[in-house]
């Protein structure tokens, strides 16, 4: 019953990005609720425009013979959760952006979708009354009312549709009845259910074992205390994770707790659907980008009035509207996936981790490779760390070879398949076993390096690869450090001197070649790009009706081959030198994922690793597959450059349709910051740039970027604000877009 109402317009536009007040009218008071959006008036001419309620309050903070009435609701309009809405302001300060985009964002669907009705057809006599009434119909020869009537007291309700379908009874004849009390329509709201019918067989039951028993005890009891942990469940591929989240979601449930279950998109497979659809039947639900808005809609609106108990989805799940929400698991949690490139650029986990705070909800981060940020916190003792150190069963991780590519072109094999592997594959076929093949294609940005001692052409001021351009010249992205590409190995003078380029086509042509005997399925960009090609070669291969698999990164991504003995990495250090800070996590992430694809049935499994960097760390851990010395490695590099998780970063991303007002607007603010610098203000910041972009010119959009460093990351979000408002404030930077991505995963 409040009088006023706080509202963001919604213009995606940083100078309106406030609250403006409202006055309520009398007939909206008992109707309105924070998350509606709603009509006003706005700005000069009265223009008509629309808001979101953020806030609503009996004190006017507003000259009120100046504040304007709202108009009215808009049609269809959804409330979000107050507690949406105040994660949204969480979001917007932490990773800038406007709060228009912050709602939109917890906020998925927009508009309601048409909603999909059904009406039944409903007997409002007793028995008795029925037969009475019948008789009467059937002595006036009223056959239309007589047949209705007698279908209804064999069944009621029915279908609207089988009524005037099958019985052939005309709406007239429906509505006459209805009026004589005789009968009612009534409809139903229907949800689509994600689920066809494939999923309603078997019940999967397992029993956990000992250990897994143990890290589901150890979240519950802390859960009952009223504690919300942030837990990192570092556990092998394998392991029995996945197991772990089932049972542990069970016992909230049991509590009329509902579940947040975060896998990423590329990982969400039927495989892993069924396995919870088993546990927990029509309670769950899942999203997905390939749903229609209005099935997003449906189940978003399900979990609202209580029908649902999990949702599984990538990031925008996270934003389901659960009123009592009890833990939210993020599966893969090293994901990049995780981390939104649009505004606002938030990333899930951290966002997961306060919306669980707002509620008292716990976090549950699992992978079998964590990322560097999460083990850092693990260490530090922000999340607490629970280990699953053996695969189920005893089952042994893969045996690993690491094969030196630098031998084999000495030794004249210029081909993609070392001598090694080929060897391996050969025995794999006669034994028809499946292999699989992992072309590792992050890596195609372009970085410099020998094929003859491996050394890669790096930028003397940030440890990361320079990246070729077509001038020529190699650039770095962080500094814009330039030189020109040598014409020989600077280390051993050799002129085999370039990057490393295959394309999955040509290794599956190989392939081919080299084994014509062998039933070879690829799976790239080109073979996926249809709904149900991804689905068709995954389980076209797990029925064995193909002996190899070749693939990018989508390969590698958490699905079961238990025939599957031999998992080939192609190029290892493709991704290894992209020029970005994370470069070597990633790409030691990639490889245990793909070797954890070798052996997890019943026999054991091999992995065999090419790369023109056999000593490098990441390639002889990952080998090893030893995550915490892997850790420990990165973590000196990342020390001794300042790079998260030791200390934060910022990005601060200046573009403009005039190549001209860009370079300068970019160099005006890296000046005023210096400036504050050398006054002595901002200690502990340091400020790299500007550069161009990885990708300098978008859509004829110029792009600059200029890096910040700093331990504290409210230091930095402090210079986003200073910064946001001396442009909003200054004419001559009037032209020009201003974006920020904090610990940016991939950059502008
Ligand atoms: P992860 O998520 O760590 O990869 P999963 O939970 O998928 O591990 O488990 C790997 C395999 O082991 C799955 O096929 C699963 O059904 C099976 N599994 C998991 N826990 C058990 C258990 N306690 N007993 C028997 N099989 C199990
Ligand atoms: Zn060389
Ligand atoms: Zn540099």
Redesign the pocket.
């Known amino acids: 019953m409040a009088e006023y109402a706080n509202i963001i317009i919604d213009i995606s536009h940083e100078k309106l990005d406030k609250a403006f007040q409202y006055k309520v009218p009398g007939d909206l008071q008992e109707k309105l609720s924070v998350g509606m959006q709603v009509e006003i008036p706005f700005g000069n001419g009265e223009r008509r425009a629309t808001g979101y309620v953020v806030e609503l309050t009996d004190k006017p903070e507003y000259d009120l013979g100046k504040m304007k009435e709202i108009y009215g609701v808009v049609e269809g309009s959804v409330p979000i959760e107050s507690q949406l809405i105040a994660l949204a302001g969480w979001m917007r300060k932490n990773y800038g952006g406007t709060m228009n985009h912050a709602l939109k964002t917890v906020l998925p669907i927009k508009q309601k979708a048409r909603e999909k009705k059904q009406r039944f057809v409903k007997l409002e006599l007793s028995k008795k009354e029925a037969s009475g009434q019948l008789a009467l119909f059937e002595k006036k020869n009223h056959k239309a009312r007589a047949r209705l009537l007698t279908a209804l007291m064999e069944q009621s309700p029915l279908p609207y549709e089988a009524v005037t379908g099958k019985l052939n009874i005309t709406a007239s004849v429906v509505r006459a009845m209805g009026a004589m009390g005789i009968l009612s329509v009534e409809e139903k709201r229907m949800y689509r259910s994600p689920f066809g019918e494939e999923f309603k067989q078997g019940k ?1 039951q ?4 000992q250990e ?1 028993q143990e890290l589901v005890g150890c979240i519950w009891k802390d859960a009952q205390k009223g504690r919300h942990k942030t837990w990192l469940l570092h ?12 049972e542990l979601i069970a016992k909230m449930v049991e509590e009329g707790k509902q579940a947040i279950v975060l896998i990423p998109e590329i990982a969400l497979t039927y495989q ?1 659907v069924v ?1 919870f659809y088993q546990r927990f039947g029509e309670r769950v639900s899942i999203l997905n980008s390939k749903m229609s808005a209005g099935e997003r809609y449906d189940q978003f609106e399900r979990a609202k009035h209580g029908e649902l108990d999990v949702m599984i989805g990538p990031r925008s799940a996270l934003f389901t509207p659960f009123s009592n929400l009890g833990v939210i698991i993020i ?1 893969e949690e090293h994901e990049t996936s995780y981390k939104s490139e649009t505004l606002p650029r938030y990333h899930a986990r951290e966002t997961a981790i306060e919306r669980a705070r707002m509620v008292g909800a716990a976090v549950v981060l ?1 992978s ?1 490779t964590p990322s560097l940020d999460s083990y850092y916190k693990a260490m530090q003792g922000e999340y607490a760390l629970l280990k ?1 150190e053996k ?3 005893e089952k042994p991780l893969p045996r690993c070879e690491i094969v030196d590519l630098r031998e084999e072109l000495k030794q004249g094999n210029r081909s993609i398949l070392s001598g090694r592997l080929q060897e391996l594959i050969e025995g794999r076929l006669n034994q028809k076993q499946q292999v699989m093949l992992f072309i590792n294609r992050r890596g195609m940005a372009g970085f410099v390096s020998c094929r003859s001692c491996g050394h890669v052409l790096k930028c003397p001021h940030c440890d990361v690869a320079l990246s070729q351009h077509n001038n020529g010249r190699m650039v770095c992205h962080y500094c814009g450090h330039e030189e020109p590409v040598p014409a020989a190995c600077p280390e051993c003078g050799s002129k085999y001197i370039s990057g490393f380029k295959a394309g999955t086509q040509k290794v599956e042509e190989i392939v081919k070649r080299k084994f014509p005997g062998a039933r070879v399925l690829r799976m790239d960009f080109d073979t996926t790009r249809n709904k149900a090609g991804y689905e068709k070669i995954l389980s076209s291969f797990a029925n064995q009706e193909a002996d190899i698999l070749i693939g990018t990164q989508m390969i590698v991504k ?1 699905h ?1 081959f238990p025939n599957v003995t031999l998992v080939g990495v192609l190029a290892a250090d493709l991704s290894l030198y992209i020029s970005e800070f994370h470069a070597v996590e990633r790409t030691f992430q990639l490889l245990a994922q793909a070797a ?1 694809r070798a052996g ?1 049935g019943s026999l054991p499994g091999e992995v065999v690793i090419q790369t023109y960097s056999p000593s490098h760390y990441c390639i002889e851990l990952a080998g090893q597959q030893d995550y915490v010395k892997f850790y420990e490695t990165e973590m000196e590099c990342r020390k001794l450059m300042g790079y998260p998780p030791c200390g934060h970063m910022m990005a601060m991303l200046v573009a403009s349709k005039d190549e001209m007002t860009a370079a300068l607007s970019a160099e005006l603010l890296g000046k005023k910051v210096r400036q504050a610098q050398d006054s002595g203000k901002l200690s502990g910041l340091s400020v790299v740039g500007p550069a161009n972009a990885a990708v300098a010119k978008v859509k004829d959009i110029y792009k600059k970027v200029i890096y910040f460093k700093h331990e504290d990351y409210q230091e930095l979000v402090k210079i986003k604000d200073v910064l946001e408002a001396f442009v909003g404030s200054h004419r001559e930077f009037a032209n020009i877009i201003m974006q920020f991505d904090f610990d940016p995963m991939n950059g502008f």
Request: no cysteine; charged share 25%.
């Open positions: 999967e397992l029993t956990l074992n897994q556990g092998v591929t394998g392991s029995g994770k996945t197991a772990v989240y089932i892993t396995r599966d699992g079998a699953l695969r189920i069963e958490g079961d954890g997890r």
